[in-house]
């Protein structure tokens, strides 16, 4: 069993930042590739990025790309998420995701522990 837990959310202005962080415990870290995805009421739950288990590879949403970053720690067993030049559309409740599955999946269906989410709100 992998134990996730999201921190870092909150209200943020258009055009600002937050760094969205997510504490792995239970199994070995490395051993798990890590994902964020994001989902709004109503609509199904959306792909943000992924990384790899060394942290090597990474992939992102078009959405986000070049304003979003993924990165890991495996010496403290988290994954962050930095976001910036964030937009009313980013608003939604992110949820980090654990997968075995080697490299960086952009599948929900591939992983297999989660989070409990964090809210974020970005006014316009």
């Known amino acids: 069993q992998v134990q996730l837990v999201e921190s870092g959310g909150g209200l943020v202005q258009a055009g600002g930042s937050l760094r969205l962080s997510c504490a792995a415990s239970?199994?070995?870290?490395?051993?798990?590739?890590m994902g964020w995805f994001r989902q709004t009421p109503g609509k199904e739950r959306e792909f943000v990025a992924a990384i790899s288990r060394s942290g090597i590879s990474t992939v992102y949403a078009d959405s986000v790309k070049g304003r979003f970053t993924i990165s890991r720690d495996n010496a403290k067993s988290t994954v962050y998420l930095q976001m910036n030049s964030l937009n009313p559309e980013d608003t939604a409740v992110y949820y980090c995701?654990?997968?075995?599955?080697?490299?960086?999946?952009?599948?929900?269906?591939?992983?297999?522990?989660w989070g409990q989410g964090t809210q974020v709100t970005v006014s316009s």
């Open positions: 995701a654990a997968t075995p599955i080697i490299g960086s999946r952009a599948n929900g269906r591939d992983y297999s522990y």
């Open positions: 239970g199994r070995t870290f490395s051993m798990y590739g």
